[in-house]
T-cell receptor, first 114, second 117 residues
Framework: DGGITQSPKYLFRKEGQNVTLSCEQNLNHDAMYWYRQDPGQGLRLIYYSQIVNDFQKGDIAEGYSVSREKKESFPLTVTSAQKNPTAFYLC?????????????FGPGTRLTVL | AQKVTQAQTEISVVEKEDVTLDCVYETRDTTYYLFWYKQPPSGELVFLIRRNSFDEQNEISGRYSWNFQKSTSSFNFTITASQVVDSAVYFCALSAYTSGGSYIPTFGRGTSLIVHP
């Protein structure tokens, strides 16, 4: 079955700790994205990537970092610099950023910082 | 700049009622796509439909229908005879060309639909 997996589903961390959220896809998509969802805020773009070793900042990149060492994987690190990290994080992919097409989403990771 | 407005934050209906979710968009591009996604309580967004800017035909899929009107920059979604399983957050999104040479979607804030039995 093709799709996007995110792990873990729930994550708890102490304030001041960095934490890495996993995202893997087997759809052979070039483009991958990270979104943050807060109640009533919709989806806000954190980072996106079209190819390996290349990624771009989205609207709210401060306090986050990503890597794209493999086409299938796009992990997101929430650093201690992120002021309010508690949120629901969604990873998505699409065929290619340069063409119009829909996105496919993972099940999300709910991060709670205590 | 692109913008998507879903003015309805939450809609509550009783099963079997029809309900329309509104979506208004802004873009200066002539080529773009509009999308609707459903987010059930499990959290994963599910793609429902896409419509390109050159196709204003309405679409019907079972109990779902979409009305695209360029004249009013709207792409509304109607659920006929709603069911409890339709309870979810629904997102409208717009994808148009950016100066960086890519199509990055812009999402509305979502409309939470609650269908009571």
């Amino acid at each position: 079955d093709g799709g996007i997996t995110q792990s873990p589903k729930y994550l708890f961390r102490k304030e001041g700790q960095n934490v890495t959220l996993s995202c893997e896809q087997n759809l052979n998509h070039d483009a991958m994205y990270w979104y943050r969802q807060d109640p009533g805020q919709g989806l806000r773009l954190i980072y996106y990537s079209q190819i390996v070793n290349d990624f771009q900042k989205g609207d709210i990149a401060e306090g986050y970092s990503v890597s794209r060492e493999k086409k299938e994987s796009f992990p997101l690190t929430v650093t201690s610099a992120q002021k309010n990290p508690t949120a629901f994080y969604l990873c998505a992919s699409s065929i290619d950023l340069r063409i119009l097409n829909e996105q496919f989403f993972g099940p999300g990771t709910r991060l709670t910082v205590l | 700049a692109q913008k998507v407005t879903q003015a309805q934050t939450e809609i509550s209906v009783v099963e079997k009622e029809d309900v329309t979710l509104d979506c208004v968009y802004e873009t200066r591009d002539t080529t773009y796509y509009l999308f609707w996604y459903k987010q059930p309580p499990s959290g994963e967004l599910v793609f429902l439909i896409r419509r390109n800017s050159f196709d204003e035909q309405n679409e019907i899929s079972g109990r779902y229908s979409w009305n695209f009107q360029k004249s009013t920059s709207s792409f509304n979604f109607t659920i006929t005879a709603s069911q409890v399983v339709d309870s979810a957050v629904y997102f409208c999104a717009l994808s148009a060309y950016t100066s960086g040479g890519s199509y990055i979607p812009t999402f509305g804030r979502g409309t939470s639909l609650i269908v009571h039995p």
